[in-house]
């Protein structure tokens, strides 16, 4: 567990198994990411537990961290031997580190999670090509982590969703 600084290898396994889509930083796309990738993971026969809560710590970063009006986030989920998350923007380059807040902070615990709960974690900066031949490229980063593939349990019904606070069906 814990940080690992970006390492390249020669070549990254093939996956067996790959999502990748862009979304708006905001709550509306980070919401719509944790559901969209969790969807991918049952698809695939994975748990979603730990994958859910790592997915949503690093697209709730980015939101919280992207202050552009057209900012957005990408989203890349790969099933290898293990599951690898990556969450890139072109938000600048200001990288996430682990934090000891105070009890009572209202905010810095995300990376902390990570940490616990991924096999890995790290982070890269990224250049991003912008349109037009004369256009700098934009300054980004993503953040990844890495966590134990798990099988879903068998039997394994679909989301039931709550209608009118009432649980029963």
């Known amino acids: 567990m814990g940080n690992a600084e970006a390492t390249s290898s020669s070549q990254p396994p093939s996956p067996d198994h790959e999502f990748t889509m862009h979304f708006p930083a905001s ?19 994975y748990s979603t537990d730990v994958p859910a809560l790592l997915i949503g710590e690093l697209v709730a970063n980015a939101v919280e961290h992207c202050h552009s ?16 998350i990556e969450v890139s923007d072109v938000c600048g380059t200001h990288l996430p580190a682990l ?11 995300g990376i902390l999670l990570v940490d616990v709960l991924a096999g890995e974690w790290g982070t890269r900066v990224d250049a991003a090509p912008r349109e037009g031949k004369d256009a700098a490229p934009r300054e980004g980063k993503t953040v990844w982590c890495t966590c134990a593939l798990s099988a879903a349990p068998y039997g394994t019904a679909p989301e039931r969703r709550v209608r009118d606070g009432n649980q029963g069906g």
């Open 99 to 109: 934090q000891q807040p105070s009890e009572d902070a209202e905010s810095g615990r």
């Open 69 to 84: 009006p057209e900012g957005q986030f990408r989203l890349r989920v790969t099933a290898t031997a293990a599951l690898l």
């Open 27 to 45: 709550p509306q796309g980070a919401s719509l990411a944790r559901r969209l990738a969790a969807s991918r993971l049952r698809e695939w026969g």
